[in-house]
């Protein structure tokens, strides 16, 4: 492969203004739409050393086969610009966005003679005021059910009204009391009208006014001794507090703003989008996104952002996000310009605003890893999965049995290894191992080690595992052909086949070249070369097989990257999970050595430090200031300590 692309243009022919710039294949397909405030700068970038690009970078522009560019006036058109592109052109290498769901809305019929309520999922309805999303149809019904006691508009259908203003008989739901709009006959146009305009300022947050109002009319109707109309506000009262405590009071009850929470990996993310209105959260929203190329946690904001309130009507005057993106100022710019008032992007950093977004990231972190989940436990993705890699890999069959190892260690001491077993693949959390390796020198010798350990099973089929007891047989001793059953007959008892005794397909290492060798050499040494074997480099995800000088690149979507990527996680997590239960272990057996030190001491002084490391560099007066400890007791801890 040429280092240089044959369509970079020529030093100097791409100018240095603000802009909007297309990759296309020879198709003529858009590949790709970026923005840019400098052209020139932004796209040398894409035209550096092919070696040095990110992999997936790296096949776009080697799909390519030319880049264009539009000049504009200033950074907020081409904000513009880039978005209208990526809508019309879809192109595959910029985010792709799916849904969890479609989420319904309750819109306000805003356009109609005599507006109404409705669930609906369609974001189009002209004229419409929407509020949502909700995450489920009965959480909008209820919504509306209390809403429609406080402020009584109409819900009926279209053709419902048409008939019940013409003939001038009131609709089917005004007559049982469900329907407030002029066909009930309660009230007028006009009348209706101003409870509607109640109904959406109360929806976009004016709590505080009307529960202030009604709580002052109820009091002088019942002075008055309206005892009528003072229940009639009581009802209203109580219908209003219902809906408020169906919505927690987050942020300050005058705040307005959509609060932006977002995980991500390589290759996905996961957005967890709250509407936040009169300081609470009035609706959540759920996205994930595929990512193509690599980008960075900053223009990852910006797509979002360009994502949420492209057709937008509702724009907040605050928006809370992770991180600013670089085009911040534009952004705003371009909010305004759909708000009609200032709009500010902000990042939480301390308070309840700082304490929501923890809250956001946390629902967007187990929404992510339930998307990817879900991808490897279907059935079908699972096949395929298997399938995809045998292909990629050139193995013989599908690997219905895949063991993953990871190395994990504390600035190279505590070295311990983990194997997690995923079987038709799922995984086989009864057949995890782990294990401790004493003496290392660096990781690929750890793998080394720890592979002859593991392999060295196979060849020892017939020795029972040591947590698995005797069985009997499954099937009972041989019926003779009369019949009878000779019950001097012997019962000979069978050892099930050790589950580390059975050959994996496929063994999978974390890490890359190196790590992918030491594997291989293991599986030479112990003479189980049909084993196949391969690595996944975490920060390119690529996959790396023994002797080949460049990865395999699996497509980022492929059910097969998300399985391995699945297993490499697994195993992580599981050697972590090993690591520092060993450490806990270690420090409370040295402990426990200190005249005097029992196990509920030894619990305080952990928790009250936080590390052990803290613990190990602590003078004994700081010691000493732990609940429970002594002076001599805290001089006999740091004695001890410092001479392990």
Known sequence: MADVLAYKPRPGEIPTNPGVYRFRDADGRVLYVGKAKNLRQRLSNYFAPLRTLHERTRRMVTTAASVEWTVVPTDVDSLQLEYMWIKEFDPPFNVRYKDDKSYPFMAVTLGDEAPRVIVTRNRKIPGARYFGPYPKVWAVHETIDLMVKAFPIRTCSDSSYKRAMQTGRPCFPGQIGKCGGPCSMTVTIAEHRAMVDDFVAFMSGGDERFTRELTTRMLAASAAMDYEAAAKYRDKLTAIE????????????????????????????????????????????????????????????????????????????????????????????????????????????????????????????????????????????????????????????????????????????????????????????????????????????????????????????????????????????????????????????????????????????????????????????????????????????????????????????????????????????????HQRKRRRNDISSVLSEVPGLGASRIKVLLKHFGSVTALRSAAPSEIEEVQGIGPVLAQNIHTHLSTR
Not at 372 to 380: A, F, I, L, P
Not at 539 to 552: H, M, N, Q, S, T
Request: net charge negative; hydrophobic share 40%.
């Open 242 to 577: 219902a809906v408020l405590g169906k919505s927690a009071l987050v942020l300050a009850s005058d705040e307005d703003a959509d609060l932006f929470g977002i995980a991500e990996d390589e290759l996905a993310a996961a957005v967890q989008h709250f509407v936040i209105r009169g300081g609470r959260v009035r609706g959540v929203r759920a996205l994930t996104i595929e990512k193509e190329i690599d980008i960075s946690g900053a223009d990852l904001v910006d797509q979002v952002l360009q994502r949420a309130y492209g057709d937008a009507q509702d724009v907040p005057r605050r928006i809370i996000v992770p991180s600013l993106p670089d085009d911040a100022a534009e952004l705003e710019v371009w909010l305004r310009e759909r708000r009609g008032k200032k709009v500010e992007i902000a990042v939480a950093q301390r308070g309840q605003r700082a304490d929501l977004m923890r809250t956001a990231t946390l629902n967007a972190q187990q929404a992510l890893i339930r998307y990817k989940t879900r991808r490897t436990s279907d059935y079908v993705a699972r096949t395929q999965a298997l399938t995809d890699l045998q292909d990629a890999l050139g193995m013989s069959e599908a690997p219905l049995r895949i063991e993953c190892f990871d190395i994990s260690h504390l600035g190279g001491t505590n070295v311990v290894a983990s194997m997690v077993v995923f079987e038709d693949g799922l995984p086989r959390k009864d057949q995890y191992r782990s294990f401790n390796i004493p003496e290392t020198t660096d990781d690929t010798d750890s793998m080394y080690q720890v592979l002859r350990r593991r392999l060295a099973y196979l060849d020892r089929p017939d020795e029972a595992d040591d947590r698995l007891p005797t069985v009997p047989p499954a099937v009972p001793p041989a019926v003779p052909v009369s019949g009878e059953i000779d019950l001097d007959a012997e019962v000979v008892e069978v050892k099930r086949k050790p589950r580390f005794a059975y050959p994996p397909q496929l063994l999978l290492v974390d890490g890359g070249q190196p790590q992918v060798e030491a594997a291989a050499r293991a599986l030479r040494d112990v003479g189980h070369t049909e084993i196949a074997v391969c690595g996944i480099a975490k920060r390119l995800e690529e996959i790396w097989l023994p002797g080949e000088d460049f990865p395999v690149i699996l497509p980022r979507t492929s059910e097969s990257l998300y399985l391995l990527q699945r297993l490499r996680d697994e195993a992580h997590r599981f050697a972590i999970t």
